[in-house]
C-alpha cells in the first residue's frame, strides 16, 4: 500500500519543457515506478517506467523527448517532458508497481495542456 501525489502540471506552448514530480508515502524501493497518461477520449497508456531489472521502458512517441529519474531518499519520481507536442496533452499519473505481486497504485494524476 502506497499513496502517490503528483504536482507539476500546467499549460506549455508546444516545443516547451514540463518537469513533473511524485511523491510516495513510503520507500518507493520495492516498486517499479512510472508514469502513465490518459488523453481525452483515450485509454491511459504507458509513458516511460522503470523495471524490475533496473532498466527503462518507454513509449515509443517519448523516447528522445522524456526522461523518468527518482530520487529514492526522498521518495519521489520525476518525468522531464522537452519538446512537447500537442499530442502529450494528458492527464498524467504516477503508478507504483510491486515487482513480483503485479499490484498497482495510482496518484490522481495532474494535467499537462500542451497549447499555443
Known amino acids: 500500500q502506497v499513496q502517490l501525489v503528483e504536482s507539476g502540471g500546467g499549460l506549455v506552448q508546444p516545443g516547451g519543457s514540463l518537469r513533473l514530480s511524485c511523491v510516495a508515502s513510503?520507500?518507493?524501493?520495492?516498486?517499479?515506478m512510472g508514469w502513465y497518461r490518459q488523453a481525452p477520449g483515450k485509454q491511459r497508456e504507458l509513458v516511460a517506467a522503470?523495471?524490475?531489472?533496473?532498466?527503462?521502458n518507454f513509449a515509443d512517441s517519448a523516447k528522445g523527448r522524456f526522461t523518468i529519474s527518482r530520487d529514492s531518499a526522498k521518495n519521489k519520481v520525476y518525468l522531464q517532458m522537452n519538446s512537447l507536442k500537442a499530442e502529450d496533452t494528458a492527464v498524467y499519473y504516477c503508478?507504483?508497481?510491486?515487482?513480483?505481486?503485479?499490484?498497482?497504485?495510482w496518484g490522481k494524476g495532474t494535467l499537462v495542456t500542451v497549447s499555443s
Open positions: 522503470f523495471t524490475t531489472g533496473g532498466g527503462t
Open positions: 513510503k520507500s518507493i524501493v520495492s516498486f517499479n
Open positions: 503508478n507504483a508497481q510491486t515487482r513480483y505481486g503485479g499490484m498497482n497504485y
